[in-house]
C-alpha cells in the first residue's frame, strides 16, 4: 500500500513539475515578445520623430516685401537648407521602421529636397527665389506627410500589424 502511495506522490511531483516547467516556458516567450514588441515600438517611435520634427521646421514660413512665401530653410547661404536635407536623408535611415505610406510619402520628400538641393547656392536672395517657386510644391508634400505620420501614430502599438505588412511589403518586392 506505502508503494502505491510513494508512486502516486511521485507521479504527482512530475506532473506538478511539468505543469510548472510548461507554464514558466510560456511566461518566458510571452515575455520575450512583449519586450521585443516594446522594442520595435520604441524604434518606430524614434523614426517618426525624425519625420516630426522635420515637419515642424516646414511649418516655419517667412514673406519678404512681394508677399510670397518661402520656408524659412531658404533664408541665407544654404546652410539651414543643407542642415535640413541631412536629418531628412536620417530619417530616411530609419524607413524600415516606417509603415509603407510613409516610405513613400518620405522618399517623394526626399527625393524633391535633393532636386531642390541643386539650386541652392551661397546666394540668400538665389536661395529664397528658389525657396519662393518651390513653396507649393513643398506644402502639399507636407500635407500628404503629416497626413501619413498623423495616420501611422494612431497605429503604431499595433505592432503585430506592422510586421505582417512589412513582411507582406517585402514579398511583393
Do not use: C
Request: glycine share 4%; hydrophobic share 40%; proline share 1%.
Amino acid at each position: 500500500m506505502t508503494l502505491y502511495v510513494a508512486i502516486i506522490s511521485f507521479v504527482g511531483v512530475l506532473v506538478s513539475a511539468f505543469v510548472a516547467y510548461i507554464t514558466s516556458v510560456v511566461v518566458q516567450r510571452n515575455n520575450f515578445r512583449f519586450d521585443y514588441y516594446k522594442t520595435v515600438l520604441n524604434k518606430r517611435i524614434e523614426a517618426y520623430q525624425y519625420i516630426d520634427t522635420q515637419l515642424m521646421l516646414l511649418r516655419a514660413i517667412a514673406i519678404n516685401e512681394d508677399n510670397k512665401p518661402y520656408h524659412i530653410i531658404f533664408d541665407g547661404n544654404g546652410k539651414s537648407f543643407f542642415e535640413f536635407q541631412d536629418k531628412l536623408s536620417q530619417a530616411a535611415v530609419r524607413s524600415i521602421w516606417f509603415s509603407e505610406d510613409m516610405v513613400k510619402a518620405a522618399s517623394k520628400m526626399s527625393g524633391l529636397f535633393l532636386e531642390i538641393s541643386d539650386h541652392i547656392s551661397g546666394d540668400a536672395n538665389n536661395n529664397i527665389l528658389i525657396g519662393k517657386q518651390y513653396f507649393d510644391k513643398i506644402k502639399k508634400t507636407q500635407r500628404e506627410v503629416s497626413k501619413i505620420l498623423v495616420k501611422d501614430t494612431g497605429n503604431l502599438h499595433d505592432i503585430k500589424g506592422f510586421l505582417k505588412a512589412k513582411r507582406k511589403a517585402y514579398r511583393n518586392n
